[in-house]
């Protein structure tokens, strides 16, 4: 079994930064596919930002290329989502989640394909 542990949300103004952090462990998650999720109050999960491929490829939501970037430190199996230039919109609850270990990395942005998730953390931005 996997478990992932996200940290680092808070409430912050509009055009301020934050990092998330999601601490891994177990064998059976993929660090091939595993990225960040969020869900506003009334709309669905979506896809944020993903490593999709061994050589640490990337997919980002087009909602925000160019103000988050995902990465992974493999040494410390922890990944992390550098959030700048945040907006009201950005409002959420973020998830960790990852793929079973061996499976491919398909439609990386489609929640319903990632098997572990974290319990989330929040993240508030006020205009």
């Known amino acids: 079994q996997a478990q992932l542990a996200e940290s680092g949300g808070g409430s912050v103004q509009a055009g301020g930064s934050l990092r998330l952090s999601c601490a891994a462990s177990g064998s059976t998650y993929s660090r091939d596919c595993i990225g960040w999720f969020r869900q506003a109050p009334g709309k669905e999960r979506e896809g944020v930002a993903v490593?999709?491929?061994?050589?640490?490829?990337?997919v980002y939501a087009d909602s925000v290329k160019g103000r988050f970037t995902i990465s992974q430190d493999n040494t410390k199996n922890t990944l992390y989502l550098q959030m700048n230039s945040l907006q009201p919109e950005d409002t959420a609850m973020y998830y960790c989640?990852?793929?079973?270990?061996?499976?491919?990395?398909?439609?990386?942005?489609?929640?319903?394909?990632?098997?572990?998730w974290g319990q989330g953390t929040q993240v508030t931005v006020s205009s």
């Open positions: 490593i999709y491929t061994g050589d640490g490829d990337t």
């Open positions: 989640a990852a793929r079973l270990y061996g499976t491919n990395c398909y439609r990386p942005l489609i929640p319903a394909r990632f098997s572990y």
